[in-house]
Nanobody, 121 residues
Framework: QVQLLESGGGLVQPGGSLRLSCAAS????????MAWYRQAPGKGRTLVATISVGGSTNYADSVKGRFTISRDNAKNTVYLQMGSLKPEDTAVYYCYANILHSRDSYNKNYWGQGTQVTVSS
């Protein structure tokens, strides 16, 4: 069984910063891509940022220059450093990982439970 446990969400004022973390646990053989998605109220889930096992990153245009995704492969953890936050960044943030479990012969997609980020004065 693989679990992704997120932490770091909360309430922050516009212009503030937050750091999200997501740790994968279980009988993990390897993790390829990791990512953060978000879902605002009444909207669909959208991609925020991705990072490859080698550290290559991609960002949604709406967060470029403000958010930074990183990972610690030794800890099976992905991070999202969010800065210059805006009210429109308010959403539930979900982490994603493509993982090879010890019982499987191919990678599968896993999701965290989500963490709420609210940007408001």
């Amino acid at each position: 069984q693989v679990q992704l446990l997120e932490s770091g969400g909360g309430l922050v004022q516009p212009g503030g910063s937050l750091r999200l973390s997501c740790a994968a646990s279980g009988s993990i053989v390897s993790i390829s891509a990791m990512a953060w998605y978000r879902q605002a109220p009444g909207k669909g889930r959208t991609l925020v940022a991705t990072i490859s096992v080698g550290g290559s990153t991609n960002y949604a245009d709406s967060v470029k220059g403000r958010f930074t995704i990183s990972r610690d492969n030794a800890k099976n953890t992905v991070y999202l450093q969010m800065g210059s936050l805006k009210p429109e960044d308010t959403a539930v943030y979900y982490c994603y990982a493509n993982i090879l479990h010890s019982r499987d012969s191919y990678n599968k997609n896993y999701w965290g439970q989500g963490t709420q980020v609210t940007v408001s004065s």
